[in-house]
C-alpha cells in the first residue's frame, strides 16, 4: 500500500478517475430526475435515458481501443476531459432550445467523448505499477471510487432538487476541468511513442486474434456478456424497487445508492487484501450465488431494512468478484494490446447490457419488477459454469 500511495502517476490518475466518477454521478442522477419529471415516471423513458448513455461506448469501444493503443495516454485523457466540458455546454445548450426529448441526442455525444478514458487510465496503472501491486492498485481505485458513489448520488441530488437541472451541468464543468488539470502533472512523455504504419483496422484485427489465442481472455469476455444482460435487465429499475415495493419518494434513491457505494468500498478493500493470495475458484462460487440471492430479495422485499441489507450485500459481494477479474485481465493481457483487448471487453459487456436495457422497461410494463428481477437473478447463475473454466494456472497469474 505505501508502495502505491508514493505512486505519482498513481495518483494522479486516480485523482482524475474520482472526479470524472462524482461527475459522472451528479449528471446520471440531474438526467434522471428530469426525464421522470418530464415522462410522468414513464419506465420505457427511463430505460431509453439508460440505453443512450450506454450505446456509444458499445459502438465506438473497438475503435477506440485501438487509437488508445496508438496515442499517448496523457494527451488522450486531457483531450477526453476537454471535450467532455464541451460536451456538457452542448446539453446546456440543447435545455435552451425548450425540447428536453433532444437531451438524449446531447448524451449520446457527451458519453462517446468520454468513454476513451478509461483504457488509457489502465495502460498507465500497468505501465507505472509494479505486478505484484497490480492487485492492491484496482481493489484501492475500485474501493475510492465506491467512496464518491456513496457521495456522489447525495450531492447531485441535493443540487439537483435546490438548484436544478443546469446548475447540476454547470458543476460538471468544474470537475472536468480539475480533472485536466490533474492529469497536466503527468510526466510529459508515459513512453517513446511508435510510429505506426499500419492501419487500425489491421491492428483491430490484431487485437481480436490476441484475445482469441488466450484461453483466459475468452472466458472473461464470455463472462461479460452474460453478465452484462443480466445487470442490464435491472439497471434502470432501482428507482421503482423504492416508488412501487416500499413505497417511499424518488428522492430516496441516494440513500440506497449510498448503501450500495458502502458495499462496493468494502468489497474493493476486501478484494484488494486478498487478491495475491487467491487460491481458489470457490470465492467465485460464493461471490455469484449471494449476489444473485440478493438481486432476487431486493424485489421481494417490502420491508425498508430488508432492501436496505440486501442492496449493500449486493454491492459488496459484487465488487470483490469485479474487481478480482479485472485484476485478472490486467495482468493476462501485454501492454500493446491493452486498448485493443479492452476495446472488446467493453462492447461485449455494454452490448448485453444494452439489450437488457432495452428490454427491461416493457418487460416490466409486460410482467412484473419482481419478474424481472428473478430473471437478472437466474441469468447472473449463468456464469458459474464459465467461472468453473478458470483454471489454477490463470489464477496464478494473480500472485505474480
Known sequence: MKTLFSNRVYLLVTASDLLQNIGTWIRNIALLFFVLEKSNNDPVAVSMLTVIEYFPIFAVALVGGALVDRWNPKK???????????????IIGVLDLGFWPAIYIATFVSTIITQFSQPSSIKLIK???????????????QSMNSIFMIVGPVIGTAIYVNFGLKVSLYSLLILFALSASFLSFLPKQTREEKKENSSVLKEIKEGMIYLRQNRILVVIAVWFAIDGLSWGLIQPLD????????QLPKENLQWFS?????????GGLIAASIGN?????????????VTATGV???????????????????????TVLQVLLNMLFIKSVQDEYVGRVNGVMVPVFIGFML???????????????????GTSSFVLLLTLPIIARIKPKHL?????
Open 76 to 90: 488522450t485523457m486531457i483531450i477526453a476531459d476537454l471535450l467532455s466540458i464541451v460536451s456538457i455546454l452542448l
Open 127 to 141: 505501465r507505472f505499477v509494479e505486478p505484484q501491486h497490480v492487485g492492491a492498485a484496482v481493489g484501492l481505485t
Open 239 to 246: 428507482v421503482f424497487i423504492l416508488t412501487e415495493r416500499l
Open 258 to 266: 449510498m448503501l450500495y457505494g458502502v458495499g462496493m468500498l468494502a
Open 277 to 289: 493470495r487467491f487460491e481458489t475458484r470457490k470465492i467465485f462460487t460464493v461471490v455469484i450465488i
Open 296 to 318: 432476487l430479495v431486493q424485489a421481494l422485499s417490502t420491508y425498508v431494512w430488508l432492501t436496505a441489507s440486501f442492496h449493500l450485500l449486493v454491492g459488496l459481494f459484487y
Open 355 to 373: 439489450i437488457g436495457t432495452f428490454c427491461s422497461g416493457f418487460l416490466k410494463e409486460a410482467t412484473s419488477l419482481i419478474f424481472v428481477y
Open 396 to 400: 496464478s497469474k494473480m500472485k505474480h
